[in-house]
């Protein structure tokens, strides 16, 4: 199987506008689909537990009596850990364990317990922080099954404080996947329900019967959960909507092709819509990771996606120096960003927009996916010029303090009181003078 994946070069007069419909994505509202998760989560809203129950036997095939029975029971998820091979239980703990660490550390720096201060006249400020009550994370079934998702979403949240965490996790036919189970039961997952799409979002949302209502639902998932997460937001918090996997990976030419071609590989074999980007000043080099490229693709079982991801929306770009690489990273915002070169950290420190970035020729993009430590829920589509990773800071919330003291009431309350007059709003004026008078 031969891959041609499009070539630029900054050079060239239209590199810019080139580059812009390499990079070009519109999340395209599907009006169908949207229109059948707006009705979803009305049924939902309205039903409660047997809308539910009915999209849970028609998009999934389970024939459940009840939406009480479509919950997995702790002392399962315990024994599907128990039953892992000690290889595999072992990896799966090593990786729980980093993701915990990393995020603890991530609690410290934000501050957990928050600030106060106290002024001269006694007036004491300051900021409180809490954690949400209940969240829902949403993790994907069915075609694949993400166990490493259920870390990076449930972890962060039980280390920031999270009173419970309710999964959902949709099981088609009944089938379940004994490694997300494993995951739940590592990362202290409260509750888990066997329900998935825009009904799941839902139920999470609005609450029924049997689910709670949560503060807020993370995860990934599909177009119907996207568009559900869209609609819900305002009556419950969103992490993000997620686009296609991307990978931008600026190279100075030391690493190996082979390795380089492979971690494009690792983002394209996601989906058809995936986009690996290669940036590089060597033009040699260029070609010898698209000969790579070439020769690894047949031996890799998701060939056929690979091909029409790297065809469709990959990209290699000449530049002038890597000096001008990180000016296009800035630009592209990539949700992963490897720096593959001799000297990573000069570059990085030139970097001002990405997801997360992999510094150095061993630090491949899978090793963040999976067991590195920080999160791998990342902004997509550019976004990563306004968003951050998913963390701690998510699933907490700030509460401002004022405590005035009389002093304090006779200082503040003149300049409220000529703001407020100002403002044409009497009672404010009067409320902050009635202080002091």
């Known amino acids: 199987m031969s891959v041609s994946i499009r070539r630029l070069n900054t050079t060239d007069s239209d590199f810019n506008a080139r580059l812009m419909a390499v990079l070009a994505f519109e999340a ?24 539910v129950l009915e999209y849970t036997r028609q998009f999934d095939r389970l024939p459940a009596s009840s939406v009480a029975a479509l919950e997995i029971p702790r002392a399962e998820l315990q024994a599907a850990l128990d039953g892992l091979s000690p290889q595999r239980r072992d990896a799966l703990q090593q990786a729980a364990d980093r993701v915990r660490v990393y995020h603890q550390r991530q609690k410290q720096e934000c501050g957990s317990d928050g600030f106060s201060f106290t002024e001269p006249d006694g007036t004491v400020l300051g900021q409180k922080v ?35 965490v309710i999964m959902v996790v949709p099981t088609p036919d009944g089938v379940k996947n004994e490694l997300v189970l494993a995951a739940a039961a590592i990362a202290g997952v409260d509750r888990v329900f066997t329900i998935g799409g825009a009904q799941a979002v839902g139920a999470l949302a609005y609450g029924t019967a049997t689910i709670p209502q949560v503060d807020k639902i993370v995860g990934p998932g ?56 290669l940036v590089c000043p060597d033009a040699g080099y260029l070609d010898s990771v698209a000969a790579s490229v070439n020769k690894l693709i047949d031996a890799m079982p998701r060939k056929d996606v690979i091909h029409t991801s790297l065809t469709n929306r990959g990209a290699m770009v000449k530049v002038r120096d890597m000096d001008e690489a990180c000016e296009i990273a800035n630009l592209i915002a990539a949700e992963h960003l490897e720096i593959s070169a001799a000297e990573p950290t000069q570059w990085a420190d ?53 405590h005035v003291s009389a002093a304090g009431a006779k200082t503040l309350g003149k300049v409220a009181a000529e703001l407020a007059y100002g403002e044409g709003l009497q009672a404010h004026a009067r409320s902050a003078e009635m202080r002091f008078e």
């Open 222 to 277: 599909n177009a119907y959960v996207a568009a559900a997460k869209r609609r819900v937001f305002g009556t419950v918090g969103i992490d993000m909507i997620a686009g296609p996997s991307e990978i931008l990976v600026l190279a100075d030419g030391s690493t190996p092709a082979d390795w380089v071609a492979m971690d494009l590989f690792s983002q394209a074999e996601h989906d058809e819509l995936a986009q690996s980007i």
């Open 28 to 51: 395209a509202e599907d009006e169908a689909i949207d229109r059948a998760a707006a009705n979803i989560l009305a049924e939902v809203k309205q039903r409660g537990d047997d809308a």
């Open 350 to 402: 030139k970097i001002r927009h990405a997801g997360a970035m992999f510094l150095g020729r061993f630090s491949s993009e899978s090793l963040g996916d999976y067991c590195a430590g920080p999160n791998h829920v990342l902004p997509t589509s550019r976004t990563a010029r306004f968003s951050s990773p998913l963390g701690v800071y998510d699933f907490q919330k700030r509460s401002s303090i004022i």
């Open 130 to 164: 809490t954690a949400l009550d209940k969240v829902g994370i949403y993790v994907p079934g069915g075609k694949a099954a993400y166990p490493s998702s259920v870390l990076m979403n449930a972890i962060p949240a039980k280390v920031a404080g999270v009173g419970e």
